[in-house]
């Protein structure tokens, strides 16, 4: 079955301190992993798009990584506009597009 | 360019009432459509998605309906809402399988 896990559910960091999301994953044949940003009461925006172990993707103070059963999400240096709910997903084994979620990382940033 | 329009933005029904939230998108053709829902501090659950006019999937067993009329409409819809369908209610669209969704603002069902 195809499964989506996020840790740690919450992480409260200082502004300035580094740290990193961790998405664990189990699908057959990878076709994409997905990383999400979600403010509250808004839909999710999307972030990266991942496709094979190795590859690595970065936007401003984030950056995220792919390994076969894992991706991380580094922000670096962050800043309290970087608080918010982190989403991660797969694309499932079939043909249809369909993504399954994790249950997000919220993130708050303290200045 | 590509958008999607998602409404109301917020919705407060009384148990037992019907509900249809509508979705709309523009700028693309033949778009894949779906439907989440998230529950307070939960990740998205897929409800039903469409990969064309008329053709629907439902992925849980639930008190919703979903249908598509045209090319770029997708409705999700009750005849009798449950205390349970209260959540966020998000609709997205993908264009083929190999990039990620866009999202609708969402709408906040409460139902009392």
């Known amino acids: 079955e195809d499964q989506v896990t996020q840790s740690p559910e919450a992480l409260r960091l200082q502004e300035g301190e580094s740290s990193s999301l961790n998405c664990s994953y189990t699908?057959?044949?990878?076709?994409?992993l997905f990383w999400y940003r979600q403010d509250p009461g808004k839909g999710p925006e999307f972030l990266f798009t991942?496709?094979?172990a190795g590859e690595e993707k970065e936007k401003e103070r984030l950056k995220a990584t792919l390994t076969k059963k894992e991706s991380f999400l580094h922000i670096t240096a962050p800043k309290p506009e970087d608080s918010a709910t982190y989403l991660c997903a797969v694309q499932d084994s079939s043909n249809t597009g369909k993504l399954i979620f994790g249950q997000g990382t919220t993130l708050q940033v303290k200045p | 360019s590509q958008t999607i329009h998602q409404w109301p933005a917020t919705l407060v029904q009384p148990v037992g009432s019907p509900l249809s939230l509508e979705c709309t998108v523009e700028?693309?053709?033949?778009?894949?459509l779906y439907w989440y829902r998230q529950a307070a501090g939960r990740g998205l659950q897929l409800l039903f998605y469409s990969v064309g006019i008329g053709q629907i999937s439902s992925e849980v067993p639930q008190n919703l309906s979903a249908s598509r009329p045209q090319d770029r409409q997708f409705i999700l819809s009750s005849k009798k809402l449950l205390l349970s369908d209260s959540g966020f209610y998000l609709c997205?669209?993908?264009?083929?399988?190999?990039?990620?969704?866009?999202f609708g603002s969402g709408t906040r069902l409460t139902v009392v």
């Open positions: 997205a669209w993908r264009v083929g399988t190999l990039y990620g969704y866009t």
């Open positions: 991942l496709y094979s």
């Open positions: 699908v057959s044949g990878l076709r994409g």
């Open positions: 700028g693309t053709s033949n778009p894949n």
